[in-house]
């Protein structure tokens, strides 16, 4: 599930994007200043971000290069004004996309969604030995064959492909599919990672990295 950060000193346009970007599935975080943000995004980690650029405190365009040079997290400046220099200013400090006040919430939404996909959290597709995964239509094939799997398995084995050759501490992976409201259950998590290795044949591939965690390697 990819996580927002809403940077939006107006509650009104604030609460409105939360809203629409939580029914279309996305988790966010709102910060009302730049100050708030940096604490957020220094604790937290996000996939995107919204940023408005007249804020309290410390502006957009600082906010900005904090993001983009310390996290490299996505960002989509939104500003109340349209003028050509403010925009070609964002993008020129690293912005992924710019969209002026007012705004059609439909577009906006359209925008992170296309921004992720270039990130992909981008790619729908991804291929690793005989098996190929497509992460929108959430299929697995191997030599072509469908393998049906549940939706926590496949959870899981979307996060180890989008992370291969990277070792994941089970409680991170634990928290990004099973969410990080339930208890950590490595019982669970075992488990799981065991039915994937048979079902996809991936017995030696996906690595129990000892004390730590797994690993798909490629
Ligand atoms: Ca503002």
């Known amino acids: 599930m990819n996580k927002i950060l809403i940077v939006e000193d107006e509650p009104a346009i604030r609460d409105l994007i939360k809203i629409e970007l939580e029914q279309k599935g996305y988790k966010c975080d709102v910060a009302k200043d730049g100050e708030v943000a940096a604490d957020l995004i220094e604790l937290q980690k996000y996939d995107l971000i919204l940023l408005d650029i007249m804020l309290p405190k410390v502006d ?21 004004k349209s003028q050509t220099d403010e925009k070609i200013r964002g993008l020129n400090l690293g912005a992924d996309d710019y969209i002026s006040k007012p705004f059609e919430i439909g577009e906006l939404i359209a925008r992170v969604e296309a921004v992720l996909r270039r990130y992909n959290k981008g790619i729908d597709t991804q291929k690793i030995y005989d098996i ?87």
Not at 60 to 80: D, H, M, Q, R, V
């Open 60 to 80: 957009g365009y600082e906010l900005l290069e904090f993001i983009k040079n310390e996290y490299e997290i996505p960002t989509i400046l939104i500003s109340a």
């Open 132 to 218: 190929e995964v497509n992460l929108v239509s959430r299929t697995v094939k191997k030599n072509g064959i469908e393998i049906s799997l549940t939706p926590k398995e496949f959870d899981l084995f979307a996060l180890l492909i989008q992370n291969k050759n990277f070792v994941l501490y089970r409680e991170t992976i634990f928290e990004k599919v099973w969410g990080e409201d339930l208890e950590f259950e490595t019982r669970t998590l075992d488990l799981h990672i065991q039915r994937l290795r048979k079902k996809l044949g991936l017995k030696d591939k996906i690595k129990t990295v000892y004390k730590i965690g797994y690993m798909l390697e490629v």
